[in-house]
């Protein structure tokens, strides 16, 4: 394995800080250091041939997102997942990419069931002509994609991200990117076991009820879509 520096920046992409931060959040998250310490900002420059500048804003973006803590006279240290912002798209993407894990896969389910329906409730309730059109857009997507005319996940992905928005309420809006990242391992897990894209009539019946302003029917569409998704994570939990 080539250790030139050059070569390693190339490897780090266009944006070096992002490149290194990727690189080594996906090194902690995957283990790389639990039998060793992490390098000090020096040994992270040479290593990647990169600025220090460029490896102390990898390494301050790491330390926001609660992977890693500077301690004094003991220098950075990694720590444990406990303390990881699972809310930050960065590090919940790292989590999926380490290894498929239903277990991982059930959580964030459990989550959708407290969020998801919740926020199809509110935008039955308060969504404006604009979030409505939102949804609209993102049903008439996976109409689309469901005839290849569109990417059908980033079309299931558009519409329940319309949804979080079309709520109205601000803190489930932050919600969307984690829901979007996470989705991504989600859908295609789903589609893989059933051999079919989304269920077209069961998204069709969300954007009704959120029409006809009709709160509990939108809860109920949105929570029977997930209801399929965990039941299928439990059988699949059952043939492992």
């Known amino acids: 394995m080539s250790t030139d520096p050059s070569e390693i920046r190339v490897s780090l992409g266009r944006n070096l800080t992002y490149g290194l931060l990727d690189h ?4 902690i998250v995957t283990g790389g250091y639990a039998d060793r310490p992490f390098p000090t900002e020096a040994e992270l420059s040479k290593q990647h041939g990169v600025s220090r500048s460029v490896t ?25 997942d406990s303390t990881w912002n699972l809310f930050d798209p960065d590090v919940l993407r790292w ?9 991982l896969l059930r959580e964030f389910n459990q ?5 998801e329906p919740a926020a199809a409730s509110l935008a039955a309730r ?17 109409q689309v994609a ?10 299931d992905i558009a519409f329940h991200v319309a949804i979080l928005r079309a709520s109205t309420n601000p803190f489930f809006a932050q919600f969307c990117d984690v829901v979007a990242t996470a989705l991504r391992t989600s859908i295609r897990f789903t589609n893989r076991i059933q051999g079919r894209t989304a269920d077209l009539a069961a998204h069709e019946a969300v954007m009704h009820a959120i029409e006809a302003r009709d709160p509990e029917a939108a809860r109920t569409a949105m929570m029977n879509i997930i209801d399929e998704v965990m039941e299928l994570i439990v059988k699949s939990s059952a043939s492992e």
Request: aromatic share 4%; glycine share 12%.
């Open 111 to 115: 989550l959708r069931v407290a969020i």
């Open 126 to 142: 308060f969504a404006d002509e604009q979030g409505l059109a939102l949804i609209r857009a993102g049903f008439g997507r996976m």
């Open 56 to 80: 102390r804003e990898a390494v301050k973006m790491l330390t926001t997102k609660g992977l890693l803590s500077a301690r004094p006279r003991q220098g950075t240290i990694v720590q444990p």
């Open 95 to 103: 989590l999926l990419d380490r290894k498929f894990s239903i277990e």
């Open 24 to 27: 080594l959040g996906k090194t």
């Open 146 to 155: 469901d005839n290849g005319g569109d990417d059908t996940l980033e079309a």
